[in-house]
């Protein structure tokens, strides 16, 4: 991540562990062509921020402090970017706030070796009028194993990205010589469908 996501402290991040008292926030640029616009409709003020940069919805974003907020949030709504994810995914980790991928293609980063349903929440585009309650129906004790989970996913997977897709790489070319030399070629169906999850 850029900005103020690669610089959180690690004294900033123990002290919102304590002081999370939003259940979810989002707040960026709100394209008329995208599901944004909806996300601000959930915008009540208090326990769920959601704010368009360029205007529309209830809040106005200038009230509120994107760092603050990420360091406040327990979950922090990554909504379908114009790449192959948003950048918020990773920003939602590197602040400790569990994601909550709205997209319905995305393929997440580390997909072969993370179960992302372990530390993240993933949601249809269909289903944003409903994340309210969806957040609310995860119990307290689930939340807590979530953001253990998440911070050990950051520590090993995403500090040194380069590092982790290299050693994904080698860890498969060893999976496919030890195949190879047990004679059944590595082939077969099992390739990995629904890994997108």
Same mark, same amino acid.
């Given at each position: 991540?850029?900005?103020?996501? $690669?610089?959180?402290?690690?004294?900033?991040?123990?002290?919102?562990?304590?002081?999370? *008292?939003?259940?979810?926030?989002?707040?960026?640029?709100?394209?008329?062509? *995208?599901? &944004?616009?909806?996300? $601000?409709?959930?915008?009540?003020?208090?326990?769920?921020?959601?704010?368009?940069?360029?205007? /529309?919805?209830?809040? *106005?974003?200038?009230?509120?402090?994107?760092?603050?907020?990420?360091? @406040? @949030?327990?979950?922090?709504?990554?909504?379908?970017?114009?790449?192959?994810? *948003?950048?918020?995914?990773?920003?939602?980790? !590197?602040?400790?706030?569990?994601?909550?991928?709205? %997209? %319905?293609?995305?393929?997440?980063?580390?997909?072969?070796?993370? %179960?992302?349903? &372990? !530390? @993240?929440?993933?949601?249809?585009?269909?289903?944003? @009028?409903?994340?309210?309650?969806?957040? &609310?129906?995860?119990?307290?004790?689930?939340?807590?194993?979530?953001?253990?989970?998440?911070?050990?996913?950051?520590?090993?997977? !995403?500090?040194?990205?380069?590092?982790?897709?290299?050693?994904?790489?080698?860890?498969?070319?060893?999976?496919?010589?030890? $195949?190879?030399?047990? #004679?059944?070629? +590595?082939? #077969? +169906? #099992? /390739?990995?469908?629904?890994?997108?999850?």
């Amino acid at each position: 991540p850029n900005g103020e996501a $690669a610089r959180v402290s690690p004294a900033e991040l123990a002290a919102a562990r304590g002081r999370r *008292s939003l259940l979810a926030s989002f707040k960026g640029v709100c394209q008329s062509s *995208s599901r &944004r616009p909806q996300l $601000a409709k959930l915008h009540n003020g208090r326990d769920l921020i959601m704010v368009c940069t360029n205007g /529309g919805g209830r809040g *106005s974003a200038q009230h509120w402090d994107y760092k603050t907020l990420m360091l @406040s @949030s327990v979950f922090s709504v990554a909504p379908a970017g114009n790449g192959l994810h *948003s950048f918020r995914l990773a920003e939602a980790i !590197f602040f400790g706030s569990i994601p909550v991928i709205v %997209d %319905d293609e995305v393929t997440l980063p580390f997909c072969s070796v993370l %179960d992302w349903r &372990r !530390f @993240s929440v993933r949601i249809r585009q269909s289903q944003v @009028s409903q994340l309210p309650q969806l957040l &609310r129906a995860i119990p307290p004790a689930e939340v807590a194993r979530m953001q253990t989970r998440l911070a050990e996913v950051k520590r090993k997977y !995403f500090l040194f990205p380069f590092n982790t897709a290299m050693a994904i790489l080698h860890l498969r070319v060893r999976e496919a010589q030890r $195949a190879a030399a047990k #004679g059944d070629g +590595g082939g #077969g +169906g #099992g /390739g990995g469908g629904g890994r997108g999850r």
